[in-house]
């Protein structure tokens, strides 16, 4: 083999260059992977810019869809808060009627004070210890406490509203909840009749609770009335401008006639 065959020069400009090295450099299948890799990296970047934007909109259809969603069920979420504070008030009377029996045992006697001191006096002579807790229980869990007088008016801490020493002050203002008027409900006997209310949601300007009005009877059992089996019966205007059952000496319904929150 002659040197020419074995070295294949190619001339150039600057003189002869080993053909092998000339194909390295100009490799075909170099300038493929090169272009290759650049066509890949423009489509990433198109396809990130695309992945973003398609992101971006998913979100504000998911927080559209969120707000249609919100809407329909907010009927439905305020429906169960209060169904949640209907009940939660039904177990405040139940307490309050054990509270009462309590009552009963240390002074051999109802409460002889009407409206809301009647219910008051189980902190007040001491039946309760007067703390945060027991002081909840004596008004109703639909109406925030911290919107009452005791607390927004005079900056009365909780615990302090039936105290012994406070009870002579003790008033409506106090609880969201009715007691007897003693001079119109007549308590001789212990427990009274199932018949006769010594308690109830006071619904004072406005229900309470949406429909439903709770009242702690004599023998402690609690009864919820609805505001539409009055209004089906008659004794309450069908017109949808009543929205509550009132409450005390002017109500038409005679059960709560003999309850008051004076006192």
């Known amino acids: 083999m002659t040197a020419r065959a074995a070295v294949r020069r190619v001339e150039g400009d ?3 260059v080993p053909l092998a090295a000339f194909q390295m450099k100009t490799s075909p ?5 090169g272009a290759a ?8 970047a198109l396809v990130r810019g695309a992945a973003a934007g398609f992101t971006l909109l998913e979100l504000l259809a998911v927080l559209v869809i969120i707000g249609v969603l919100a809407g329909a069920l907010y009927p439905t979420i305020k429906s169960s808060i209060s169904t949640g504070t209907t009940a939660a008030c039904e177990q ?3 307490r309050i009627g054990e509270g009462l029996a309590q009552y009963n ?7 002889n004070k009407s409206g ?6 189980l902190i007040g002579r001491g039946v309760w210890e007067s703390t945060p807790a027991n002081a909840k229980r004596l008004t109703c869990p639909s109406i925030r406490w911290k919107n009452m007088a005791p607390s927004q008016e005079f900056g009365m801490a909780l615990e302090d509203w039936f105290r012994p020493d406070n009870f002579d002050q003790v008033g409506p203002d106090h609880s969201t909840y009715a007691g007897p008027d003693l001079s119109r409900t007549k308590l001789r006997k212990f427990p009274a009749s199932g018949k006769v209310a010594l308690m109830a949601d006071d619904n004072d300007g406005e229900g309470n609770h ?5 009242v702690l009877m004599g023998d402690f059992s609690v009864q919820r009335l609805e505001l539409f089996d009055f209004k089906d019966s008659g004794d309450l205007a069908a017109d949808e401008s009543v929205t ?3 409450v005390g000496p002017d109500s038409p319904i005679e059960l709560l006639q003999g309850l008051t929150i004076d006192e």
């Open 244 to 246: 509550y059952v009132p």
């Open 105 to 111: 045992t240390k002074y051999e006697s109802w409460p």
């Open 37 to 44: 890799r650049f066509v890949r990296g423009r489509r990433s």
């Open 210 to 214: 949406d429909t439903a009005t709770n």
């Open 29 to 33: 299948t170099k300038f493929s992977l």
């Open 92 to 94: 405040n009377l139940k």
């Open 14 to 16: 600057g003189g002869a």
């Open 116 to 121: 809301v001191p009647f219910f008051g006096a």
